[in-house]
């Protein structure tokens, strides 16, 4: 009996708590996206990395060390990819333009736009 209204009380505290994490924090809700940063987006596996609509997809990128990653330019406006820290800057990329990547140190890479500083994405190697 003891446990089951403990599990009960517990169970009711969950759900107050629930209900208030639904409340959307309103001051948070007004600010403005970080233009630097880690995406939120979680890692999607893989080797390409599509620039469509002023974004880059998938945002975070997981690879596993030695993979050469290509981003190609989907988009009718050019585009850059330079990493934040220096590891990699391609040339301006007009509209069906790649530029290739091998990564040969795990770690996470973040990088942007040059022409459009807000359009960020991250690659995250892996060791084998
Ligand atoms: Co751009």
Redesign the pocket.
Known sequence: MKLSFAASLALALAAGAGALAQTPPMDHMSMPMPTSGAPAAPPVAGTAVKIDN?AFGPVALVVPVGTTVTWTNRDD?P??VVANAGAFKSKVLDTDDSFSFTFTTPGEYAYF?S??PH?TGKVIVEAK
């Open positions: 002023f406006a585009h850059t736009c022409l459009h359009m």
